[in-house]
């Protein structure tokens, strides 16, 4: 089965900062990554698949990156909504997985 | 817009069962999944059927215990969850694949959860 470990854990930024979340895979996933946003008491939303494809709807300061084992979710500069929860996910096989997420504080 | 609705969730004792129902329309050219946080847990995969029925995937933590199925006519999925443990409690949510490596895919759609909770 293929882990995804993901850091940091928790992350504190300012309105107008770039962060940058990473994933690693305990396999090589080719582009097989997706990215995940929640926020307390609501459902996931889709950000990103096959690494760099932004999901319809998703501001342009979201960006994907990465191949192989090591995949990168940068927020351009951060919004007041963009505080929540952030998860990688692996598609390449079964069984799917999900990184550990990253807690997003602004 | 695509929703996707859950329901069936409630209180049961461990070593009980309950049935997850998802329903939209339409669901029968995607491939579904469940996926579930636990409270103060991360998101993980459950389970996945294929629109034809006949491939469906567990995650190890489930395998022998829930069942996933789909009445198309119906766009509906459920999960059929037994001998639950403690350990199941969480929310449970339906989502949609809409890009696949050709064996798995990422989701684009996710229903609003339903939560279950296992408990003496």
């Known amino acids: 089965d293929i882990q995804m470990t993901q850091s940091p854990s928790s992350l504190s930024a300012s309105v107008g900062d770039r962060v940058t979340i990473t994933c690693r895979a305990s396999?090589?996933?080719?582009?097989?990554v997706a990215w995940y946003q929640q926020k307390p008491g609501q459902a996931p939303k889709s950000l990103i698949h096959?690494?760099?494809r932004l999901q319809n709807d998703v501001p342009f300061r979201f960006s994907g990156s990465g191949s192989g084992t090591d995949f990168t979710l940068t927020i351009s500069s951060l919004q007041p909504e963009d505080s929540a929860t952030y998860f990688c996910?692996?598609?390449?096989?079964?069984?799917?997985?999900f990184g550990q997420g990253t807690r997003l504080e602004i | 817009q695509l929703r996707l609705v859950e329901s069936g969730g409630g209180v049961v004792q461990p070593g009980g069962s309950l049935r997850l129902s998802c329903t939209a329309s339409p669901l029968h050219v995607n491939v579904l999944h469940w996926v579930r946080r636990a409270p103060r847990k991360g998101l993980e995969w459950v389970a996945a059927?294929?629109?034809?029925?006949?491939?469906?995937y567990f995650a190890d933590s489930v395998k022998g215990r829930f069942t996933i199925s789909r009445d198309n006519s119906k766009n509906a999925v459920y999960l059929q969850m037994s001998g639950l443990r403690v350990e199941d409690s969480a929310v449970y949510y339906c989502a949609r694949e809409a890009h696949s490596s050709g064996y798995a895919g990422a989701f684009d759609v996710w229903g609003s959860g339903t939560v279950v909770i296992v408990s003496s």
């Open positions: 059927i294929a629109p034809d029925a006949f491939s469906k």
């Open positions: 996910q692996h598609y390449n096989n079964y069984p799917i997985s």
């Open positions: 096959s690494a760099s």
């Open positions: 396999h090589d996933i080719n582009i097989w």
